[in-house]
């Protein structure tokens, strides 16, 4: 005989709404976009404790800086690209009633002779006030975003920011500063690199320097050498060639107390090449140390695939296989003068920075980060 379903209340599972969560008040949201060359990037956040809560975000590849190194200009093709990202970008800014923001652009602005002609189209198809800002205030950002990630054992800190059309190297003393003021030291760096006295330990910026080569300008300088081997030697002695002004350079550097912070998605992609991550996934990457001997591991590694075998590795990512090598030629690099034990890979940058300069600025951060 066939069982008969019960009737009456409880027959059949009701379902559960899951709670809705509370819209967060507009009046507490910031804003930040970064525009790069290869880029377009945006976070909008909330303040909480001495960190922010993300509360919308937008990542896309936009190639503002295709074709930039050959006429020196954005071209049309790029330009409408962009603005179409950024359109979705203000969107989201309306959606949310966001009023605090910054929206910036970095090197391909900073180079293109269009670059105010791009910046009134932006202006009248989107509405949305886009800055250019120098070098100086792009590697100020970065470090400023990687606070959270310094050792308190850390007296002598590198952070290296590698971004489609330049690359910013910022060395830091942190020495003269208590061991557990050490993160906080880095947050206040945001006001400046040689802020106004202060009661609080400083860190000391002992020189940074804003090379213009980074994936998209490095690859294009080598564009016209076949051999995949040759030409990722030539990018990496290229890149150690313009490092020449940059004081650290030619000082030996002890590996004891020396920390290099690495922000781009070329050391994350390195990162998660080493976990084996078949997908991407944040919480294993951000933070995550490496020694010299694995990243160079990584790099062989993608060597000996070629072209080809990178375009098809998941690890890799096919936005991003074309970029890898010049990215990596830059890593290996740094890592040939500067052999670590501690790099510290940092999936954050120039908007985290953004948001960070903002809500300290306005005293609504608890004490900075630790």
């Given at each position: 005989m066939t069982p008969r379903r019960p009737g009456g209340t409880g027959a059949f599972p009701v379902p559960v709404e899951p709670p809705i969560a509370p819209k967060p008040d507009p009046a507490q949201l910031y804003a930040a976009l970064d525009l790069g060359t290869n880029s377009c990037r945006m976070l909008i956040a909330q303040p909480k404790g001495s960190q922010f809560h993300v509360v919308d975000s937008f990542s896309k590849s936009v190639q503002l800086g295709q074709g930039l190194e050959a006429s020196g200009r954005l071209s049309r093709s790029s330009m409408a690209r962009t603005v179409q990202a950024l359109q979705i970008c203000r969107r989201k800014i309306e959606t949310h009633e966001v009023v605090?923001?910054?929206?910036?652009?970095?090197?391909?602005?900073?180079?293109?002779?269009?670059?105010?002609?791009?910046?009134?189209?932006?202006?009248?198809?989107?509405?949305?006030?886009?800055?250019?800002?120098?070098?100086?205030?792009?590697?100020?950002?970065?470090?400023?975003?990687?606070?959270?990630?310094?050792?308190?054992?850390?007296?002598?800190?590198?952070?290296?920011d590698i971004g489609g059309g330049s690359t910013e190297l910022v060395w830091i003393d942190l020495s003269s500063v208590p061991a557990t003021e050490r993160p906080r030291a880095i947050m206040r760096l945001h006001a400046g690199f040689h802020p106004p006295e202060s009661p609080f330990p400083a860190a000391k910026v002992v020189d940074w320097i804003s090379v213009p080569l980074g994936l998209a300008t490095l690859k294009d300088q080598f564009s016209d050498v076949d051999d995949d081997a040759a030409r990722f030697a030539l990018m990496s002695w290229f890149f150690e060639e313009n490092l020449a002004d940059f004081s650290p350079y030619k000082a030996e550097q002890a590996r004891e107390g020396f920390q290099i912070i690495g922000t781009s998605g070329t050391v994350t992609t390195v990162a998660a090449s080493h976990l084996g991550l078949k997908r991407y996934d944040r919480t294993k990457v951000d933070g995550l140390r490496m020694t010299s001997d694995q990243i160079d591991r990584v790099i062989r590694e993608y060597l000996s695939l070629g072209p080809d075998g990178r375009r098809n590795d998941p690890r890799i990512g096919r936005d991003r296989h074309t970029l890898i090598m010049s990215g990596a030629a830059i890593l290996q690099a740094l890592m040939r003068i500067w052999p670590t034990d501690r790099l510290s890979v940092a999936d954050r940058g120039l908007r985290e920075g953004l948001l960070y300069a903002q809500m300290s600025a306005d005293g609504v951060l608890e004490d900075g980060p630790v």
């Amino acid at each position: 005989m066939t069982p008969r379903r019960p009737g009456g209340t409880g027959a059949f599972p009701v379902p559960v709404e899951p709670p809705i969560a509370p819209k967060p008040d507009p009046a507490q949201l910031y804003a930040a976009l970064d525009l790069g060359t290869n880029s377009c990037r945006m976070l909008i956040a909330q303040p909480k404790g001495s960190q922010f809560h993300v509360v919308d975000s937008f990542s896309k590849s936009v190639q503002l800086g295709q074709g930039l190194e050959a006429s020196g200009r954005l071209s049309r093709s790029s330009m409408a690209r962009t603005v179409q990202a950024l359109q979705i970008c203000r969107r989201k800014i309306e959606t949310h009633e966001v009023v605090r923001m910054r929206l910036v652009a970095t090197e391909a602005c900073r180079r293109a002779q269009n670059a105010q002609e791009f910046l009134r189209v932006v202006r009248r198809e989107t509405g949305l006030p886009l800055e250019i800002i120098q070098p100086e205030e792009e590697a100020r950002l970065a470090v400023v975003s990687c606070a959270p990630l310094v050792s308190t054992r850390t007296e002598q800190l590198l952070v290296v920011d590698i971004g489609g059309g330049s690359t910013e190297l910022v060395w830091i003393d942190l020495s003269s500063v208590p061991a557990t003021e050490r993160p906080r030291a880095i947050m206040r760096l945001h006001a400046g690199f040689h802020p106004p006295e202060s009661p609080f330990p400083a860190a000391k910026v002992v020189d940074w320097i804003s090379v213009p080569l980074g994936l998209a300008t490095l690859k294009d300088q080598f564009s016209d050498v076949d051999d995949d081997a040759a030409r990722f030697a030539l990018m990496s002695w290229f890149f150690e060639e313009n490092l020449a002004d940059f004081s650290p350079y030619k000082a030996e550097q002890a590996r004891e107390g020396f920390q290099i912070i690495g922000t781009s998605g070329t050391v994350t992609t390195v990162a998660a090449s080493h976990l084996g991550l078949k997908r991407y996934d944040r919480t294993k990457v951000d933070g995550l140390r490496m020694t010299s001997d694995q990243i160079d591991r990584v790099i062989r590694e993608y060597l000996s695939l070629g072209p080809d075998g990178r375009r098809n590795d998941p690890r890799i990512g096919r936005d991003r296989h074309t970029l890898i090598m010049s990215g990596a030629a830059i890593l290996q690099a740094l890592m040939r003068i500067w052999p670590t034990d501690r790099l510290s890979v940092a999936d954050r940058g120039l908007r985290e920075g953004l948001l960070y300069a903002q809500m300290s600025a306005d005293g609504v951060l608890e004490d900075g980060p630790v």
